[in-house]
Structure formats: C-alpha cells, structure tokens
C-alpha cells in the first residue's frame, strides 16, 4: 500500500505514516518499501490477539449497537467499523460473540430530526473553542447564544449539547434537533474541561436534589389535603 492509502484510511497525514513506518521498521517489524513507493508487510507477521473476555465483547458489541442506531453521521459508521476492526483482531473461537451476539440494543423509538452539526461540536469540544449557534426555543423564539460546549448527551430518542451560556450565566441543556446553526468561534474556553465537567455535574446535582424535593412538597400537600377531606363530617 501507498503511504497515501494508509494516510487515508488512518485518517492522519502522510508524514506521520513515514515516520510511523520508519519507527516499525526500526523496531525490527517485517516492512519494506520507503517514502514515495508504498509498503508490504510480510504474510507471516501478525499482532498478538486482543484479549478480551467474552462478556468484555458482549459489552462492546452492545454498546456498538447503540451508537450505531443513533443516526448520528459520522459515530454511526464509526461504531461498525469498531466491530470490523474487533472481529479480525479477536482469536476465532471468540468471533461468534461479536458475529452473533446474545444482546441487542433496542432500535430507538422516535429518532429526532437532526439540524446541527454534532462532529463540529465535538471538534469544538476537544479543541475548547468557543461556540456561537441559533438556538430555537419550544415556543419557537430564536436566540443567539455564545456557549463553552461540555458534552454531547445521547438518549434513547435526543441529542442534547450540555454548555456554559454566556447569555444566561449558567449551564444549559441544547437539543441539537433545535440547534440552527452553529459556529465555532476563534475563542479559546477560558476553563479547562474537567474543570468544566465537575462544574456542571455539581449544578446537575443540585437541580435534581431542588426538583425532588419541590415533588416531595408537592406529594405531602396532595396527601394533606386528602387527609382533610377524610376528616370531614359527612
């Protein structure tokens, strides 16, 4: 193969498949060829197996299939090519386990219409960038906002984007099918991302505790008031 191939299918640059190439070949790899010509492998050299427990393959193969359903265009592939990769890696008493699963995961019941961009959000999260998007509200109000991404949260039937907006001063919740456009600004995020992730699970928890709590008050007054009518004469 071409080192051109091999840059392609890697998805990295041709100078890092030569000096990749030049660190196997020093490492007594069976390779020839150089830069400019392309490369061969000898048939007899192989890597050594993965190891991996049946149940650690049932696990993957699963969570493979989620993603995989999921739609998303660029995870979607992504998730097969992972089992691909799996299978041929795997000694061959244990490729029945990926071939023919025990589990599956259940196909999503109402995939949303996505809008936005999720692999340039993603990018925006690796690379700590600044997001600006048009956001569409329930009500349909449009709103620009300016957003330091955190996460992308998957559920059985959403997507949202999880981020600290600078409109509002605090974390919000985005679903991407309600995301317009986006745009990754030339703003670094000013926080790092674990920083970032311990700020918003602390704000999650908080909600949470705050929302049941108000449904405990809610449920006790409910039962107070049932109690009355009880009490009443007839």
């Not at 907006?165 to 919000?172: A, K, Y």
């Amino acid at each position: 193969m071409t080192g051109a191939a091999l840059a392609a299918e890697l998805e990295v640059s041709a100078r890092t498949v030569y000096r990749d190439m030049a660190a196997l070949m020093a490492q007594r790899v069976p390779i020839q060829g150089e830069a400019g010509f392309g490369y061969l492998l000898a048939d007899e050299y192989d890597m050594p197996p993965l190891m991996l427990t049946p149940a650690e393959l049932e696990a993957i193969v699963l969570g493979a299939q989620w993603v995989a359903m999921r739609g998303d265009p660029q995870l979607s592939p992504a998730a097969y090519d992972v089992l691909a990769k799996i299978v041929t890696a795997v000694p061959a008493h244990l490729r029945p386990f990926v071939a023919e699963p025990s589990t599956a995961a259940q196909p999503p019941l109402g995939a949303s219409a996505e809008q936005a961009d999720t692999a340039m959000m993603r990018d925006a999260i690796r690379r700590r960038m600044k997001v600006r998007l048009i956001y569409r509200a329930e009500q349909d109000n449009r709103t620009e906002r300016t957003i330091w991404p955190v996460v992308l949260g998957y559920s059985d039937t959403s997507c949202v984007l999880i981020a600290w907006c600078e409109l509002r001063q605090g974390f919000r919740h985005f679903r991407t099918d309600r995301i317009e456009t986006v745009e990754i600004l030339d703003q670094p995020v000013s926080e790092s991302h674990g920083v970032l992730l311990r700020r918003w699970a602390a704000w999650r928890s908080a909600e949470l505790a705050q929302g049941n709590a108000e449904a405990s008050f809610r449920a006790d007054r409910r039962q107070k008031q049932l109690d009355g009518r009880r009490d009443q004469p007839a």
